[in-house]
């Protein structure tokens, strides 16, 4: 079994890999054959479900990190395989449907890959037990969608969107990676399924909480985090309907129901879900009404559905956690179908705006079959998925208390209007006279129509089997969440005098006002957004814009491209970090001339040296005269190279072979660059100074020199430890089979800061070998005339 959990989570990534090499090979077919990956997935996971059913949770563990106790552990209870399986079956339909909606687009082999990543990314997040691996995951939704969002890239409404969304959602992650880095100093555990009640107890508490809200409220576009879905829409149609259905925006809302057993259960919590999940579900639902792109409807009508999802989880109580599965099962199916409609009508059509489309019945009968399979369930009608979600919702507010009196008012209210939403999207294109259209109506491709027609019967199968339905989905679900063993009581049996049969009755009828009176509804959306003014995507375009003004004045003053002040700048900065510090510390103490702590004029003495010493020490006194003494720059560089010399001699003289070597080769390398670099700059030209310069350039010079020599004096002064080196003397040949320690230091214990230092000088060799080749611009000769051409022999 660990072996299929760890397959579920690594093959989408594998045939991402392989897709543009299948998208070559099969041509027309690659969706076809794409589409065996999520297929096998699916069925792999229905594999499952029997073990979870009977044992509640079958888990896998691979190593990870083991240095720190850190695996990558998966589990697979009623809740993720949910989410499990509704992503792998709607993203086999999704695949097939993008190879015909796609079809001849130059880069449909790249979509593929951008796709399956996207969906193997979910399937990780929702599988996922480590938190940090959850993270990961959750990141990795944030770049794919990125990637898809952006396809059309040389729109500018698709780089904005992307943008846009990488940004909002890329927040929250952070926010999630606070909570788990705080759950784990809390508990000393990673894993999600070993956590209790201690979080709740913490004093913390509300810091943890804050921190997992913000990650679900920006990934499941709650208020005030809502804008970036809209702008979503300008991925194509496969991506949206993938996205609103059962991946990425999904991701909040099960990350809300995953973490409820150790976060839920309190007033702040059910107070601020519901506020704003209801705040959500009635402002995703106006924004619905208030569009005419069919697109458009169905993302703000996402919104909706998720703010009524967060608020369900927000109740907690039996009957809502059992109504936010069911329910989000219906919205998957209903919402996929439907934006797969969208899509063909978008395709056959040439126009997604309803007030210009109608009578499309005749020429597309099929996806009218579809978008009505759909709409019934999105309406939640009997013999329906959504009919059973409905029903759970009002189920546990029935009690006549005022605050869930409330709460059932917002839940009318909403189911309401996304019925009279599910009308619009049915009545308006399919039903009525037939209207012109920019293309000449015709029935999809079957690829195209599989997806919507399986979706909508799915829902209508479910529908008529509330046994099944209670046994597969609703008890593993709950007691996944709540931890508790809840009995299904699911049934199609209507009792005439039951309150919620009554509720259902009212949100049909109030749904059908909704949809008679849909263009007052329409006016007055439109008109109270234009008295609002700001909104939060005119904010979010306000900070992007003063962000990047921002960040331009701070380039331009920290980066104007005067190396001369960029030296001082760095010199003077290195003066005050040498001296400062062991001036506020007290270290230059250590250097006073007293009884106690020692007299330093007989540590300064010069010590006993040999004839050859002296040359080395007379051979950096001639390079340092004729630094400073030079009349160009390009003297100044070479005789730079004699102070190199002395000190590579001074390294070999005691006992470092290795860096002295080193040293000799980087003066080498200075030499032949500067050959090589002779015939592109002028470094011969005499460098007249100002006294300013002279005098502020050897202030510092002096002052680094003094901080540099202070400082060692102060090291030299204490007493050395020598824990470091015994550990490379002690390690070096048993662990790194090194019996010289300096190489051993340079290439295994400190393996990747030497790696480091050679990309840095492989990229600025790179950098200067561009601009030699550059070189400067000739002017291009003009054309010659006629004149010129008959005077030329």
């Known amino acids: 079994m660990d072996a299929s959990i760890a397959l579920v989570a690594i093959a989408p990534?594998?045939?991402?890999?392989?897709?543009?090499?299948?998208?070559?090979?099969?041509?027309?077919?690659?969706?076809?054959?794409l589409a065996l990956v999520p297929a096998g997935l699916f069925l792999l996971l229905l594999t499952m479900v029997e073990p979870v059913i009977s044992t509640g949770a079958i888990s896998a563990r691979i190593g990870w990190i083991p240095t720190y106790g850190l695996d990558l552990s998966f589990v697979v209870d009623g809740l993720s395989l949910t989410f499990a399986l509704t992503i792998s079956g709607i993203g086999t339909l999704i695949v097939l449907y993008s190879g015909a909606y796609l079809k001849g687009h130059p880069h449909l082999g790249r979509f593929f890959a951008f796709l399956l990543a996207f969906m193997g990314a979910m399937l990780g997040l929702v599988l996922a037990d480590n938190m940090l691996a959850l993270f990961m995951f959750w990141e990795l939704t944030s770049v794919t969608s990125f990637l898809l969002i952006g396809f059309d890239h040389t729109r500018q409404a698709s780089r904005r969107g992307a943008i846009q969304a990488l940004v909002i959602t890329n927040i929250g992650g952070m926010g999630l990676l606070v909570g788990a880095i705080l759950v784990h100093q809390l508990t000393g555990v990673w894993d999600m399924s070993a956590l209790g009640d201690e979080i709740r107890a913490s004093g913390l508490y509300g810091l943890v909480l804050a921190a997992f809200l913000a990650a679900a409220f920006t990934k499941s576009a709650q208020v005030p985090f809502h804008f970036w879905l809209p702008n979503a829409m300008e991925a194509p149609t496969p991506v949206s309907a993938f996205l609103h259905s059962a991946t990425m925006v999904q991701g909040g809302v099960y990350l809300l129901a995953r973490t409820t057993p150790w976060l839920g259960d309190t007033q702040v919590w059910t107070l601020i879900l519901v506020c704003v999940g209801g705040a959500t579900l009635l402002w995703g639902a106006i924004g619905a009404l208030r569009q005419t792109d069919l697109k458009q409807m169905l993302a703000q009508s996402t919104i909706a559905s998720l703010g009524l999802s967060v608020l369900l989880i927000g109740l907690g109580t039996e009957a809502a956690i059992a109504a936010m599965l069911l329910y989000f099962v219906a919205h998957a199916l209903y919402k996929a179908g439907l934006f797969m409609v969208a899509g063909a009508i978008d395709h056959e059509a040439g126009t997604r705006d309803i007030t210009v489309l109608g009578g499309l019945a005749d020429s597309m009968p099929v996806t009218f079959i579809a978008a009505a399979l759909a709409s019934l369930t999105m309406i939640g009608l009997p013999l329906t998925l959504g009919y059973f979600a409905k029903e759970e919702m009002y189920l546990g507010l029935v009690t006549g208390q005022w605050p869930d009196i409330a709460v059932l008012a917002v839940l009318l209210a909403g189911n309401a209007m996304l019925a009279g939403l599910a009308m619009l999207v049915l009545v308006k294109p399919f039903l009525g006279p037939v209207l012109p259209t920019p293309k000449s109506a015709h029935e999809a491709p079957i690829a195209m129509l599989v997806g919507p027609i399986?979706?909508?019967?799915?829902?209508?199968?479910?529908?008529?089997?509330?046994?099944?339905?209670?046994?597969?989905?609703?008890?593993?679900?709950?007691?996944?969440?709540?931890?508790?063993?809840?009995?299904?009581?699911?049934s199609l049996a209507i009792n005439p005098a039951s309150v919620l049969l009554w509720l259902s009755v009212a949100t049909w009828v109030l749904g059908y006002l909704v949809y008679l009176q849909a263009a007052a509804v329409r006016t007055l959306a439109r008109r109270f957004e234009a008295a609002l003014g700001w909104t939060a995507d005119t904010v979010f375009d306000v900070v992007m814009f003063g962000l990047i003004r921002f960040s331009g004045a701070v380039t331009r003053l920290l980066h104007h491209g005067r190396l001369e002040v960029y030296l001082v700048t760095v010199f003077a900065a290195l003066a005050l970090a040498l001296i400062l510090p062991v001036l506020m510390l007290g270290g230059y103490d250590m250097l006073l001339p007293t009884a106690e702590l020692g007299d330093w004029s007989a540590k300064l003495r010069w010590p006993d040296l040999q004839l050859y010493e002296w040359g080395i020490i007379a051979l950096a006194l001639v390079g340092l005269g004729a630094v400073l003494l030079a009349p160009?720059?390009?003297?100044a560089i070479v005789a730079l190279g004699i102070q190199g010399t002395a000190v590579a001699l001074i390294f070999l003289l005691l006992g470092a072979p290795d860096i002295a070597f080193t040293q000799f080769m980087v003066e080498i390398l200075s030499v032949v660059i500067l050959a090589l670099v002779m015939t592109r700059l002028r470094l011969d030209e005499r460098d007249h100074r100002q006294l300013e310069d002279l005098a502020r350039d050897g202030t510092l010079a002096l002052v680094c020199g003094a901080g540099v020599s202070l400082f060692l004096m102060v090291?030299?002064?204490?007493?050395?430890?020598?824990?470091?080196?015994?550990l490379f003397a002690a390690t070096s040949v048993p662990i790194a089979h090194g019996h010289n320690i300096v190489n051993v230091i340079l290439v295994d214990y400190r393996g990747f800061d030497t790696l480091g230092e050679i990309s840095v000088v492989m990229a600025a060799g790179i950098a200067v070998m561009a601009l030699l080749r550059r070189g400067p611009k000739r002017p291009v000769p003009p054309a010659p005339t006629r004149r010129s051409q008959k005077a030329a022999p």
Not at 455 to 460: D, F, K, P, T, V
Not at 632 to 635: E, H, I, S
Not at 715 to 726: F, K
């Open 13 to 33: 990534f594998v045939a991402a890999l392989l897709a543009p090499l299948v998208q070559r090979a099969a041509r027309p077919f690659a969706g076809w054959v």
């Open 454 to 490: 399986v979706l909508g019967a799915a829902s209508i199968v479910a529908g008529v089997m509330p046994d099944w339905l209670g046994h597969t989905l609703l008890e593993p679900g709950t007691l996944a969440i709540l931890r508790e063993t809840v009995s299904s009581h699911l």
């Open 632 to 635: 160009n720059r390009l003297v």
């Open 715 to 726: 090291v030299l002064s204490g007493t050395l430890d020598t824990r470091l080196s015994d």
